[in-house]
Structures are given as C-alpha cells and as structure tokens.
C-alpha cells in the first residue's frame, strides 16, 4: 500500500497542536509518517511531541524561526514518500480524509493534486465552506490557473499532491509572509491537472495570527503576488480586475496611498 508524508508547520502553538494531531493519528488510513516541524518555537512543543508514542511521527526542531513557507519547505524535502499532505497545527481532519484521498488517487493516476472544501465558524457562529458551493465545478478542477489567478479555492491542509508535482512546480516561496499557499498552488495550476472532491473533510480554526489578523503582510504579499505573475494577468486580460481589486479593498480600509506604492514598488521592481 502506498505511503504518504504528512508536514505540519507549528511555531508556540504547543496548547493547540494534540487536536490536529490526533485527528491525523485516528485516519482510517494508516500507512503515513507525520512530520511536526517545529519552526523555532520557544514554548513546550518538545515535550508536546514527546507524549505521543507512535512511530510514525517524526520531530524535526529548526534552529530559528524562519516562517510557515521555510518550515513546510523542510518538510517537504525530509518527506520520505511520493504523496504528501498538509495540516495546520490548529486544525482537524475528519477519520476517513486521507483514505478517501488515497483512494481517488489510485483510480486516477493522472491527477496531480487533490483536494477538498474546507468547513470554519465564523466569530458570529456561522458555519462557511470553502470554496462555496456555488462556485462551478470548471474553476474548480481541471485547467484553473486563470480561475486561480482571481482568486483561490484550494485550502492547504485540505491537499493531497504528489512528490512530482512539486518537483516540477517548485516548493513554497519563502520570500512571502502570507498567501504563501495560494502562490505555490498558482504555479502547480499552471502546469498540473488538480482534482477536487465534494465533500468537505477538513474543520479549519479561524486562528488569531491569520490573514485577517495580518493586513500589512496580505497586501505586502497580494502586490508581491501581482508583480511576480502580471505576465499571466495581462495575457488573460484580468491585469486591471486584480489591481483594482486589491486597491478598492485598501480604499475600504483607509490604507489606499500605502498599498498603490506597495504594488508600484513590486511593480516596478519585478
């Protein structure tokens, strides 16, 4: 039976970490190694770790802090098997999510990467799935880039890819703080064919230290995004939707003038 490496990124999320975990360790497939790397946390994650005895896991403790795109990276290249997944230290997976994954994949060797929606509870206690619904199934799976390029449906813990799709694409860019996932996931849409299942396996936390929580480095990051694939943008046509996107949500925010210099300094520097 075919293997699979799983990478969790955590840096002091060692109160949070045994739930995540433990939704990997209870996955009706049970042919996987778990990575825990730990991005130079400076709280008791170690000993986190040690309380689990399951061969399967393997600690890997970076000397410093170097991000969620630089920890992943590390486990990726210490993986030891042709599939790999990713979860989030504060989120779950449901018992049969990677063997469901596993599954499609063996029907389908063509595909490259696979997912599934994702479930979260809004601070008002609504429950969202991404990506929604309605979103057609064409932006979704198949040939996505330019759907990808407006914006992205793939959630990261929600991935099964393969060892040569990543090869091929490249691992996360480590130059981002945010939106790290999206940008990786643009590069393997380009070139890869991405398949999506239905129903949603993954339970993902709104954490504190998110997107939302961090507006300077999404649009440090959107602009960076721009700038790396104007290429793309032009030849599609969406050049101008993306950039009056990113500035009509800055202008909602107050922060107009910075974020029109941040994406002329990309601009003009890439």
């Not at 689990?52 to 993986?79: C, F, M, S, T």
Request: aromatic share 10%; charged share 25%.
């Amino acid at each position: 039976m075919e293997k699979v490496s799983i990478i969790i990124p955590t840096y002091n999320r060692a109160d949070v970490l045994s739930l995540s975990v433990q939704s990997i360790l209870q996955q009706t497939y049970a042919d996987f190694e778990l990575l825990i790397v730990d991005d130079g946390s400076s709280d008791n994650t170690d000993i986190v770790v040690e309380s689990w005895h399951d061969d399967r896991i393997r600690y890997l403790k970076l000397p410093e802090n170097k991000g969620v795109a630089a920890a992943r990276n590390e486990g990726i290249r210490q993986a030891k098997y042709d599939y790999i997944a990713f979860q989030d230290s504060d989120d779950c997976w449901m018992p049969d999510k990677l063997e469901k994954q596993m599954d499609f994949f063996m029907q389908n060797p063509e595909a490259d990467l696979l997912y599934c929606p994702y479930e979260c509870q809004k601070a008002d206690g609504t429950v969202i799935f991404v990506p929604d619904s309605t979103i057609p199934p064409e932006e979704k799976q198949g040939n996505i880039y330019r759907h990808m390029l407006l914006r992205n449906t793939i959630g990261t813990p929600c991935v099964l890819v393969r060892r040569r799709c990543l090869e091929t694409s490249g691992l996360f860019n480590e130059s981002l703080t945010c939106l790290e996932d999206w940008e990786l996931f643009l590069r393997i849409a380009k070139s890869s064919k991405i398949a999506f299942q239905e129903a949603p396996m993954v339970h993902v936390n709104l954490s504190k230290d998110g997107v939302s929580h961090n507006i300077s480095g999404y649009y440090e990051a959107r602009c960076h995004m721009t700038a790396m694939h104007r290429d793309a943008l032009l030849h599609y046509g969406i050049f101008q939707e993306v950039t009056g996107d990113i500035l009509v949500s800055a202008e909602k925010l107050g922060i107009l003038t910075q974020v029109s210099q941040l994406l002329q300094y990309f601009l003009q520097k890439t």
